[in-house]
């Protein structure tokens, strides 16, 4: 069936680095794409989104890149730091037959080096 | 800042036991939902819910599960007789709308069932 997937389920980076996440979705009906960060024992929480329309959208640190072509997301962190340890989630917003559900993958771990 | 909250933080109960979950959703959102998480794994959606009735469920939620608004601001999701393959975390989100809207996640509850 479509899911959707990351590539690389750990990822270290040092502090003060850039950080790239990335996603493969296979759902091409779907139209809006959210990156959730989840912490531990917490609920995910949500980053920054990006509707199909675009392929680009910044926020604060944070970047998150669409190509359609491929079916791919990624989520930038710039500087990461500390306090970005975390597993990050993409999730694609497929319209159901009544109402839109979030379809998660299964997770990257982000660990930060001080 | 407005945020889902959930109690209880941690249920525990025997197999074949009904538990409720309960959810407080943020006050002026419309949609609400529940997903659910198994330890190590992705977040699964379980059941969308507008309008006092359900608008989206998945495979998981079969007819072990129900949800309700019993009042103007707690929502509910019940499962009548528990099995061990029901523990889990267990979330709960509420969205102002239902496309291209975020959907703000409570802090989950844990269930385990012995």
């Known amino acids: 069936g479509e899911s959707v997937g990351l590539h690389l389920p750990t990822l270290s980076v040092q502090e003060g680095d850039n950080s790239i996440i990335n996603c493969a979705y296979s759902?091409?009906?779907?139209?809006?794409f959210i990156w959730y960060k989840q912490e531990s024992g917490k609920g995910p929480q949500f980053i920054i989104d990006?509707?199909?329309?675009?392929d680009k959208r910044q926020g604060q640190r944070v970047t998150v890149l669409l190509n359609k072509t491929v079916k791919h997301l990624s989520l930038q962190i710039a500087a990461t730091q500390p306090g970005d340890s975390a597993v990050y989630f993409c999730?694609?917003?497929?319209?159901?037959?009544?109402?839109?559900?979030?379809?998660f993958g299964k997770g990257t771990k982000l660990s930060v080096i001080p | 800042e407005p945020e889902v909250t959930q109690t209880p933080s941690h249920q525990v109960t025997q197999m074949g036991q009904e538990v409720i979950l309960r959810c407080v959703p943020i006050?002026?959102?419309?949609?609400f939902y529940w997903y659910r998480q198994i330890l190590g794994q992705k977040v699964e959606f379980l059941v969308s819910?507008?309008?006092?009735?359900?608008?989206?469920k998945s495979e998981i939620f079969d007819d072990q599960f129900s949800v309700e608004r019993p009042d103007g601001s707690n929502f509910t999701l019940k499962i009548r007789s528990t099995k061990l393959e029901d523990s889990a975390m267990y979330f709960c989100?509420?969205?102002?709308?239902?496309?291209?809207?975020?959907?703000?996640f409570g802090p989950g509850t844990r269930l385990t069932v012995l």
């Open positions: 999730a694609e917003n497929i319209k159901g037959a009544g109402s839109y559900q979030l379809t």
């Open positions: 759902n091409s009906a779907s139209d809006y």
């Open positions: 990006i509707r199909s329309n675009m």
């Open positions: 819910f507008y309008n006092n009735e359900i608008s989206e």
């Open positions: 006050s002026n959102h419309l949609y």
């Open positions: 989100a509420s969205s102002i709308g239902w496309s291209y809207n975020e959907q703000f």
